[in-house]
């Protein structure tokens, strides 16, 4: 064996031998030009702060041990040292109960957020932000018609793109709510160059944090978050958010009990091809309705339209079982709902009647407040019929709208009919429906009538193409009249519901 080394000596030797570049060579010019001197820090070194750590110049050696690890290791912003922030830490941790639940809730979600805020250099913060904005509850709405987890007010929705109709409202959807709410939070950055003000801006609107700063430097004052004069709700804000942050970092310090979320998608997102009801997809996905809409909280309706709603979320486990479910469903149509648009302004009794619906049917499908009458073009929701071949287009899934009116106050009257007039020239002559004109007098749509017949008509108190559709309907408006006979109509519509921006 000791024979061997000498020989294997030489053919490292010789291989070495070819592999050494040529003096000429332009790598050899590149390395000879190149500096050779160790290059030292000036002064004594330091630890690395989180922000440094989570530079692309650093990398961690090992892979997070759970969600909170990975968005401990991307923390960027400064921290804020306020007594508010102590302040928020006492409130919070008094309050375990709350905090657990409300970390159970966002299991559902964080790991898509911190997944899109990574994919856009973001600081992982802000992935804790849904927490002060509604503590993780997608069907949060504020006093001021705020909705969803990151809490849009309609106008700012639709100028992120967040579809708002009565199918389905994005504001409350997981994912298009997040890239809007990551939209905005990029812009309002852009605008201010601070996260503070950035996170002060998304709270009280970005005109008003840009007033503050303003008076500010005109009096020659600091424009940091820490010295703007703003609302107590946005004075809180950022504090409320450090807060949380500080006992994501160091649980133990404030005796809270993080749940284990692991580092992997809680959720997968389907394509459907068809409308779809809720209950047979969550039954094909083999999940709970409950659970169904926990990831899809955006649905408002029994049915998914496809058109609007391409994709829904499902729990990762579940995506292919609903697949393969669905690839063997063989049972028809996979919708039992469709949408009608009404073609002329119609009480809620016409509409039902036209739809095959009992009125209250109608009414509770569709929201109906009581006292209404529907206008034309108002997309409503109705039963789908086995010849109904064609799903809900695009044009109506993200359109589709409810407009009503309240309903006219009518009297009570009598005519007498005359020779040749028939149930529906006197409903023309009155501008009543025929429906409602026979259901007054407890007659069938095409009974003849004798002359000098008495017939019963429910007359509006101003002129208006509806009337009440049912003797009930019309004695409820006589006693109306009867009480108030100056009151011409009622205020309708549901009450306001529960914030800001």
């Known amino acids: 064996m000791k024979l061997l080394y000498p020989v294997l000596l030489s053919s490292v030797l010789f291989l070495a031998g070819c592999a050494t570049v040529s003096p000429d060579s332009p790598a050899s ?42 968005i401990r290791r991307g923390f960027a912003m400064p921290d804020l040292d306020h007594e508010l922030v102590h302040d928020r830490e006492q409130w919070y941790s008094s309050r375990p109960d709350y905090i657990l639940r409300m970390t159970e809730r966002s299991s559902k979600y964080l790991f898509h957020i911190v997944e899109e805020l ?28 705020a909705a969803g987890m990151w809490q849009f007010m309609p106008a700012t929705g639709t100028y992120f793109d967040l579809k708002q109709n009565i199918f389905r409202d994005d504001r409350r959807d997981v994912l298009a709510s997040t890239r809007a709410a990551l ?44 010295e703007l004069n703003m609302p107590a709700e946005t004075r809180l804000y950022v504090p409320k958010l450090q807060a949380v942050k500080n006992i994501v970092n160091t649980p133990d310090a404030f005796s809270a009990e993080l749940p284990l979320i692991e580092n992997h998608p809680y959720f997968q997102a ?13 039954r094909l996905a083999d999940v709970s309705v409950a659970d169904f809409r926990a990831l899809n909280p955006s649905l408002s309706r029994p049915v998914i339209f496809a058109a609007g709603t391409p994709q829904i979320l499902l729990p990762w486990d579940n995506a ?17 709902w469709t949408v009608w648009t009404v073609p002329s302004t119609l009480t809620v009794a016409d509409a039902a009647q036209r739809v095959g619906m009992s009125a209250e049917g109608l009414r509770t499908l569709n929201n109906i407040p009581p006292r209404m009458v529907i206008k034309a073009g108002s997309a409503l929701m109705v039963p789908r019929s086995a010849s109904t071949l064609t799903d809900v287009s695009s044009q109506v899934a993200d359109n589709g709208h409810m407009a009503l009116a309240p309903e006219i106050v009518t ?56 009337a009440p559709s049912s003797p009930r309907a019309a004695k409820v408006a006589v006693a109306r009249s009867s009480k108030a006979p100056a009151q011409t109509s009622r205020k309708g519509g549901t009450p306001s519901k529960v914030k800001k921006r």
């Open 29 to 70: 010019n590149a390395e000879s030009s190149a500096s050779h001197t160790p290059q030292y820090p000036n002064g004594s070194l330091s630890p690395l702060t989180p922000a440094q750590v989570t530079t692309p110049g650093v990398a961690s050696l090992s892979a997070p041990a759970d969600l909170w690890d990975r």
């Open 118 to 145: 990574e994919r856009r250099g973001m600081p992982t913060e802000l992935a804790l932000l849904p927490y002060i904005e509604s503590a993780f509850n997608p069907q949060a709405v504020s006093s001021a018609k």
């Open 183 to 226: 939209d905005y939070l990029q812009k309002l950055y852009g605008m201010f160059g601070d996260w503070h003000l950035a996170l002060a801006a998304y709270n009280w609107g970005e005109g008003s944090v840009g007033r503050a700063i303003e008076r500010n430097r005109k009096a020659g004052l600091g424009i940091s978050y820490s």
């Open 270 to 282: 389907v394509d459907i091809k068809r409308d779809i009801d809720v209950e047979l997809a969550a």
């Open 320 to 336: 292919k079982v609903f697949q393969r479910n669905l690839a063997a469903y063989d049972q028809g149509q996979y919708s039992s």
């Open 411 to 466: 009297r009570r009257t009598t005519v007498k009919a005359q020779k040749r007039d028939t149930l529906a020239s006197l409903a023309s002559r009155h501008r009543v429906s025929v429906a409602s004109l026979a259901e007054w007098n407890d007659l069938k749509v095409g009974s003849a009538l004798k002359a000098g017949q008495s017939i019963v008509l429910f007359v509006p108190l101003r002129g208006t193409s509806i």
